[in-house]
């Protein structure tokens, strides 16, 4: 199965890391859509630039790619590379779930198959709020939800 999924993964945390997990559970073909630092300029707080949080991707991988062929692809839009015609899936949050139904309707009109979509629970923080890069940013917790003191 080919799978997508695709983010900003600046300061790379256990919510992203759960979506790579799964992409490459269920996938025999996992392309990454990292976005440009263009796409990034709206986000509030530093955002580590391309070529730093595509070094991390990498690095990340190693240790969870086995024998998985994947692709780190730079996007430009929310659609990136998800509508190439051989795509069988998309891994989500609750979050981007919204993203992947605006995809499926744009491959209906250009006449694809809809994409499976997996949606990942989010991942909480040890106070129970979810993990997310903003508040990584804002020093309210690590990378693993830990709280900062």
């Known amino acids: ?39 990034c300029s709206e986000k509030h707080g530093e955002i580590e630039d391309y070529n730093t949080r595509r070094k991390k991707l990498y690095n990340y991988l190693k240790n969870i790619s086995k024998n998985t062929e994947y692709q780190i692809v730079k996007i430009e839009d929310e659609i990136g590379v998800s509508l190439q015609k051989d795509i069988d899936a998309i891994i989500v949050s609750p979050e981007t779930r919204p993203n992947a139904e605006k995809i499926n309707k744009k491959r209906i009109q250009l006449n694809r198959k809809p994409l499976k ?15 997310s890069s903003t508040r990584i940013r804002k020093g309210e917790i690590d990378t693993e939800g830990n709280i900062q003191k």
């Open 1 to 39: 199965m080919k799978v997508v999924l695709g983010g900003t993964f600046s300061h790379l945390h256990k919510g992203h890391k759960t979506l790579l997990k799964k992409a490459f559970e269920i996938g025999d073909h996992v392309i990454i859509g990292l976005t440009s630092n263009e796409m």
């Open 117 to 131: 979509i997996i949606e990942i629970p989010i991942q909480k923080a040890e106070n129970g709020k979810p993990i």
